[in-house]
């Protein structure tokens, strides 16, 4: 769009009759959204699964690090 020789206002009002006109266009927004919520929320379990894992990883070393000490 930034090669259009459109105004910012005019490229509004056209978006505006884009919205009006399409009788899809909220249905798309909305599943647009819910893929961006499942992202997000995928975004913030992975996060969360890597913290966990570095825990484990953690106790595993000094585990390991016990039972070297021991022999």
Do not use: Q, Y
Not at 32 to 38: E, G, L, P
């Amino acid at each position: 769009m930034k090669d259009s020789k459109l105004t910012r206002e005019e490229m509004g009002k056209l978006f505006v009759r884009f919205r009006k006109e399409n009788p899809v266009f909220e249905d798309l927004v909305s599943e647009r959204d819910k893929i961006v919520r499942i992202m997000e929320i995928h975004s913030i379990t992975m996060d969360a699964l890597k913290i966990e894992l570095k825990k484990w990883d953690n106790n595993i070393e000094k585990e390991f690090k016990n039972l070297r000490n021991r022999n």
